[in-house]
């Protein structure tokens, strides 16, 4: 009974910023942990972050430092900073929520459609 609409991708140069918002409709936001994956093409999907319920934030050496993922539960949604991009970040991005922070580790839950990310000069 969650629905995710992703949004903010686009085409964006080497070393530039973007963020991604995923709008959630679901009565008890506040209640789900959160993940952002991304698959580039010809690869594996890749989780890039997630935070829990209680705020608790986690990601990997990929994108540490440079990627931030923050929620408003007023506003039933959940973001992605991205800073420093570059041409490896290029990929689809795709939110996910579950009442449980293992079913998002484990590629379960609930996914959006997903937003395009290019980067590329």
């Known amino acids: 009974q969650v629905q995710l609409v992703e949004s903010g991708g686009g085409l964006v140069q080497p070393g530039g910023s973007l963020r991604l918002s995923c709008a959630a409709s679901?009565?008890?936001?506040?209640?789900?942990?959160m993940g952002w994956y991304r698959q580039a093409p010809g690869k594996q999907r890749e989780l890039v972050a997630t935070?829990?319920?209680?705020?608790?934030?986690s990601y990997p050496d990929s994108v540490k430092g440079r990627f931030t993922i923050s929620r408003d539960n007023a506003k039933k949604t959940v973001y992605l900073q991205m800073n420093s991009l570059n041409p490896e970040d290029t990929a689809v991005y795709y939110c996910t929520a579950d009442l449980r922070l293992m079913a998002i580790i484990k590629q379960g839950g609930t996914w959006g459609q997903g937003t395009q990310v290019t980067v590329s000069s």
């Open positions: 679901v009565s008890s936001f506040s209640r789900y942990a």
């Open positions: 935070i829990t319920s209680g705020g608790s934030t």
